[in-house]
């Protein structure tokens, strides 16, 4: 049933990813029974955990859709989801491997040279090796198309100069996925001329600077690069053609559940509170809030179905991100209004500490992976106004 | 549920097309039936639609019944076949014959509203649709169950009001009314159950309307041009309208996902209890930022009662309140959600996608 231009199918997941998710349960309880973790808001961008990471690595759940021939587990996009979807509402300390298992992996799978893949992507898999994004610069965000870090051509290689900023955590990744310059800009064809390159951190010449966000954490950073040498075969895919990557990567990355369900802990923490002498004005929020999140689940695994179908859905992708980022925001400021005084006065205790953390997060959400005024300006393009 | 699949979708869609237009709704709205589109409706067998093929029915899928409500919705339709097939449905479940003439649903808002005393039926239920045009009023009563009475409305007296979109929405008494014919409903139905499954008719029609608005819109801001150019290019205007798209899909995701919970062991189980409660919830938000962005785009055209918009957008506005509001049905969610507690929500949600 669908006269709309919009689908989202039901998905039933299959025998094998319900058997998953309770191990994933099982597994998210007893690392928070043991002190593995405590629950943090915006989990996915705000909570690195290297030695969570390698456990989750050790459970066979990263590079979970990757061909066993590189090193992935060969299983489907749904049991990622599964996967997924449970450390996010778990508020599991997932931000370490995060990029590196959702869009780095699958871009040197699909791009770099053999023997560069069989050495990254095992480690990967492991949990032993996380990737950043290096895309944005000081005068560039929005406008991708600007970069203006550079590499030269050199003997065997390239040489790189500039700065990246805003790459998640870079401070504690191996390598990081950058967007650079290898021909001079082209007003006329401004998507030319840029390409994609792993770079080893860890290379000479690479000087990264956290950078304190506004609750004063540091988990994004400036990236330097002076004259850092870049070994040709460390280059993805052809020379030139790093815009193509770009776009599909970001696509890649659009709908998934981090999108809406980033501080659903907060909400799972705060029913704690909220079952004692609920309100008609309780009910009404979490109900509204649960309507919504249920929505927006049926719409990001419904994606997350066509994809497995092997269909592209970019529209249905962009105008999820939309909704979702916006819907982050709203749940965490109807949770403020139903929340008792004492509660949100307090500066200790789990809930309180979650709530503040959540709300200083949160103006990330529609900035991150290109701001949502971009993404609508995608969206209205796919309505054919552009 | 594909469309593609379903011959009836294809067909409806057909008429809707022909003889649900502009004219055809305003005619209605001025007391006028119209005749040749019920007839066409009828000669296709849609009222049938969710009829099995043992009792002289059309017996599609219940999906395929809500793709029908669907494309009423987003045609406008000015006559009760949404309301003929919810009716229709309840008389087969409780095992009573079901014709093609336009019928209607009575549904009182308090179970006390009416009194059943086993032999004549007492009591006045307002905001029935179109209860003046209809041959029979299809009363669901609670008592050992649900019952289904099926009255004749030249036995009652009916006040001819009109919802917010003008449709005949009346008020009809019942003074002490023996039913043409009366059977109980099976245990998975009562009032309540059919309530729920009015406000999800209410959202898969508007979930329809909300889809053809947005491209009313996108069409008039392509054709409209002010500044040299089309308003379209505007980019306060490209994000209204993408807001708009999102709302258009999170409301059809909405009601998707409670048509087939209701269709999954056709009725208004537990499950499909929650999914009702939840896309009528979230039904308020996409009609309320959807028609103002719809309205926005088109300007003073669109505010014009000859312009069609309003055919949609008033229809919404009524819509959303009926068989519960989002207040209600939200209080209705948040009950149930603390009822789960918080270490059953996350559980709650993803049972949603278990295999069955
Ligand atoms: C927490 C966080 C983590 C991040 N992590 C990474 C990372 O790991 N790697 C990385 O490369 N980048 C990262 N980013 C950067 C992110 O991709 C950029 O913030 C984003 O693309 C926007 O760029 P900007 O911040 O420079 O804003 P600008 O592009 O300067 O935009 C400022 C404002 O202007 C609006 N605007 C800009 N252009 C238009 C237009 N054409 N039409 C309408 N409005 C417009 C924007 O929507 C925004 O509201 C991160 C950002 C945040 C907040």
Redesign the interface.
């Known amino acids: 049933?669908?006269?709309?231009?919009?689908r989202?199918p039901?998905?039933?997941?299959?025998?094998v990813a319900?058997q998953l998710?309770a191990e994933v349960r099982e597994f998210l309880a007893e690392e928070r029974a043991s002190g593995g973790f405590v629950p943090m808001a915006d989990c996915w961008a705000s909570a690195m955990s290297p030695e969570y990471s390698r456990k989750v690595g050790q459970r066979g759940w990263l590079g979970m859709t990757w061909d066993k021939q590189y090193g992935g587990h060969g299983r489907s996009f749904l049991e990622r989801y599964v996967v997924t979807?449970e450390m996010l509402?778990a508020g599991a300390p997932v931000m370490a491997h995060w990029i590196a298992d959702r869009q780095s992996g699958p871009q040197i799978i699909k791009n770099a040279q053999p023997h560069v893949r069989d050495q990254i992507i095992p480690r990967i898999v492991a949990g032993d090796c996380f990737c950043a994004i290096g895309m944005s610069e000081p005068n560039t965000g929005s406008d991708l198309a600007s970069v203006s870090t550079k590499a030269e051509k050199v003997e065997g290689g390239w040489r790189v100069n500039g700065t990246k900023l805003w790459s998640t955590g870079a401070h504690g990744c191996d390598y990081m996925i950058t967007l650079l310059r290898t021909a001079p800009p082209d007003a006329k064809a401004r998507h030319e001329g840029l390409s994609q390159f792993i770079i080893d951190l860890k290379s000479p010449g690479v000087q990264i600077r956290g950078i304190a966000d506004i609750g004063g954490q540091v988990h994004f950073n400036e990236t330097q690069f002076e004259d850092v040498f870049v070994p040709d075969d460390y280059v993805l895919g052809e020379v030139g053609q790093g815009w193509q990557m770009v776009v599909g990567e970001l696509a890649l990355e659009r709908s998934g559940p981090e999108r809406f369900l980033s501080s659903?802990i907060v909400?799972?923490?705060a029913?704690?509170v909220?079952?004692t002498n609920?309100s008609?004005k309780?009910?009404?929020?979490?109900?509204?809030l649960?309507?919504?999140?249920?929505?927006?689940?049926?719409?990001s695994?419904?994606i997350a179905g066509l994809l497995e179908e092997g269909s592209s859905p970019e529209m249905?992708a962009a105008?999820?991100k939309?909704?979702a980022t916006r819907f982050e925001r709203e749940m965490l400021e109807k949770l403020r209004s139903i929340l008792p005084a004492h509660i949100l006065a307090a500066s200790n205790g789990l809930l309180p500490t979650l709530l503040r953390e959540g709300i200083l997060r949160v103006p990330s959400s529609t900035l991150r992976g290109g701001t949502n005024?971009v993404?609508?300006?995608m969206?209205?393009r796919q309505?054919?106004?552009? | 549920?594909s469309?593609t699949d379903s011959i009836i979708?294809d067909t409806a869609?057909r008429i809707f097309e022909d003889l649900s237009t502009a004219e055809v709704i305003n005619a209605a709205e001025d007391g006028q039936w119209p005749d040749e589109l019920w007839q066409a409706i009828e000669e296709a067998g849609l009222a049938l639609t969710w009829i099995p093929e043992v009792n002289g029915g059309v017996g599609a899928s219940l999906?395929?019944g809500?793709?029908v409500i669907?494309?009423a919705g987003?045609a406008a339709l000015p006559v009760p076949l949404a309301e003929s097939l919810l009716a229709g449905w309840l008389l087969a479940k409780a095992g009573l014959e079901v014709g093609t003439d336009p019928m209607t649903i009575v549904l009182p808002e308090q179970a006390g509203d009416l009194v059943w005393n086993g032999e004549r039926l007492s009591g006045t239920v307002s905001a029935v649709p179109h209860a003046r045009s209809v041959r029979r009023l299809v009363v669901v009563v609670n008592g050992e169950g649900g019952q289904v009475l099926v009255v004749d409305p030249a036995q009652t007296r009916i006040e001819s009001k009109r919802n917010l979109a003008g449709e005949p929405w009346d008020t009809v008494t019942f003074d002490g009314v023996e039913p043409l014919e009366q059977a109980r409903l099976p245990a998975d139905t009562d009032l309540d159950r059919a309530r729920a499954a009015a406000a999800l008719m209410r959202c898969?029609q508007a979930?329809?309307a909300l889809?053809t608005a947005l491209e009313l819109t996108?069409q008039y801001?392509?054709e409209r041009v002010q500044f040299g150019r089309p308003i379209?290019?505007f980019?306060a205007?490209?994000?209204s309208?993408?807001?708009f798209?999102?709302?258009?899909?999170?409301i059809?995701?909405?009601a998707?996902?409670a048509?087939?919970a209701m269709a999954r062991n056709n009725a208004v189980d537990g499950e499909a209890w929650i999914?009702i409660?939840?896309?009528k919830?979230?039904l308020e938000e996409a009609v309320n930022e959807g028609a103002a962005v719809a309205h926005q785009v088109h300007g003073a055209m669109g505010f014009t009662y000859e312009h069609r918009l309003h055919h949609l957008t008033r229809r919404l506005w009524a819509w959303r309140d009926e068989y519960g509001s989002?207040?209600y049905?939200?209080?209705?969610?948040?009950?149930e959600?603390?009822n789960w507690?918080?270490?059953q929500?996350?559980p709650r949600?993803?049972a949603?996608?278990?295999?069955?």
Do not use: C, Y
């Not at chain 2, 049905?329 to 009950?335: A, E, H, K, M, N």
């Open positions: 049933m669908s006269a709309s231009r919009f989202f039901h998905v039933e997941m299959p025998e319900v998710r979807e509402a659903f909400l799972q923490e029913m704690r909220l079952v609920p008609d309780t009910r009404e929020v979490l109900g509204q649960v309507a919504k999140i249920k929505t927006l689940r049926r719409m695994l419904g249905e105008l999820v939309d909704v005024e993404l609508k300006g969206i209205a309505l054919g106004m552009r | 549920m469309e979708f869609q999906m395929d809500f793709a669907k494309a987003a898969v979930a329809g889809g996108i801001a392509m379209a290019k980019q205007l490209q994000h309208v993408a807001a798209a999102g709302e258009v899909a999170a059809n995701a909405a998707d996902a048509a087939e999914e409660a939840a896309a919830t979230r989002d207040v049905w939200s209080r209705i969610l948040g009950q959600v603390l507690g918080a270490d929500l996350w949600i993803t949603v996608s278990d295999p069955r």
